[in-house]
Every structure is written in C-alpha cells, then in structure tokens.
C-alpha cells in the first residue's frame, strides 16, 4: 500500500508569491490534515478536508487556504508569501475515527523556503 | 492550556533494554491515542494508537497501555535498538477534532 505522497519536495519562491502544494494520501483514507513544522513553534495544525468539505480548521490566517478533490486527493494555498511561512509542510491522511484503530500517517512534506 | 504532556524531555535507554516513553493528558474525552516517532526535517512516522476502550495494544517491539484513571499512557520499546533514536510524540484524538500533540521525548539508545 502506497504511504502519503506530497509535491513538490522542495520549493523555493519569494516575498509576495503564492504557492500550491499537494497531497495524495493513503488508498481508502478519506481524512487528510495539514500542518506547518518549524524548528520554533513545532507542528502546528492548518486545517483538515474529509470528503470534500473543510471539517477543522487551525489558527492561521486566510492567506492560507486549501481544498479537497472528490478522490481525497488534496492542496493548500498560500498566498501572498512572508519570510515566515518558510517551514517545512506537512499532509496526513487518516482512517475513519470510529474505527477500532485510529491511524494517522504523514506524508514526508514539502520544504518551502521563502526569500 | 496543554492537554497532552509528555514531561521528560529526554530520555537515554541501553541497547536490548526497555525504553518507557510517558504521556498524560488532561482531557477525559480523548477517544484515541497515537505514538509517532520523528527524525529532524522529517514528518512524524507512525507507530502504534489506542482506542479509549482497550487499556493496550502491541504491535511487534512497541507496546502501549492506557490507564484511563490516570489519564496517563505509555509507550513501551523491547529491545531498544539504536535506530530507536529519535523524538517521539504522543498524540491525542476526540472524534473527528484535529490531534493533539504532546511536546515530544528525546529517545537516544546507547550501543
């Protein structure tokens, strides 16, 4: 079974540009979350898409943004780039909640460095 | 207000013995638990979870248990190995809310 995929691996882009990073999780999941990882604030939850819908959402604010397609298949938004929002970005994907055996795997995220 | 404490930040354990990795949380509602173990620059792996209603699970080397009136749950690792070596974080789940993670616990196995 394939694990959770992310591209790009790497980005690089500067103040003021937008970037879409995307994920494919795991064949049957239909939960995917997004989270920020910096060495300063750790893994801070973004938002999280079950079957289309935006179901929770993180403290961040709206230039960052994102959406679920109908095969789970995922991507975030960020727009209008800050120094900041360099870190590392990371997806996962998780079975039902409910279920005996609650996983959530992560996918090896995308680096995104802002100049 | 942090509901998932894993309050040693370190922790050294010799290779072939048991490392015993602790978390308690503060939230009696948490239906799930999770173990995850990182690397630097890498995403979380994941290792085992519990449900709220079994007071353990073991899946090869790694075992957790759940003692719900103490709202505490460790992670169990026999034999230590020394690519054990990482942080590892336990995370908690209340239905469909986002995880809540724990601070994380330095591991380092010692050849």
């Known amino acids: 079974k394939a694990g959770v995929t992310q591209t790009p691996r790497y980005l690089i882009k500067t103040r003021g540009q937008q970037v879409t990073l995307s994920c494919s999780p795991i064949s049957g999941h239909r939960s995917v979350s997004w989270y920020q990882q910096t060495p300063g604030q750790g893994l801070q939850f973004l938002f999280e898409?079950?079957?289309?819908?935006?179901?929770n959402k993180g403290n961040f604010p709206g230039r960052f943004s994102g959406r679920q397609f109908s095969n789970s298949r995922s991507e975030m938004n960020v727009s209008t780039l800050e120094l900041g929002d360099s870190a590392l970005y990371l997806c996962?994907?998780?079975?039902?909640?409910?279920?005996?055996?609650?996983?959530?795997?992560f996918g090896p995220g995308t680096r995104l460095t802002v100049t | 207000d942090q509901q998932v404490k894993q309050n040693s930040p370190s922790l050294s354990v010799q290779e072939g013995r048991i490392s015993i990795l602790n978390c308690d949380y503060t939230n009696s509602m948490f239906d799930y638990f999770l173990w995850y173990k990182k690397y630097p620059a890498e995403g979380p792996t994941f290792l085992i979870s519990?449900?709220?209603?079994?007071d353990k699970n073991e899946d090869g080397r790694f075992t957790v248990f759940l003692n719900k009136s103490a709202k505490h749950l460790s992670l169990h690792i026999v034999p230590s190995q020394p690519g054990d070596s990482a942080v590892y974080f336990c995370a908690a789940a209340r239905g469909n809310t986002p995880l809540v993670f724990g601070k994380g616990t330095r591991l380092s196995v010692i050849a």
């Open positions: 898409y079950f079957s289309e819908t935006q179901r």
């Open positions: 996962a994907s998780s079975t039902f909640p409910g279920t005996d055996n609650y996983e959530q795997y």
């Open positions: 519990i449900s709220s209603i079994k």
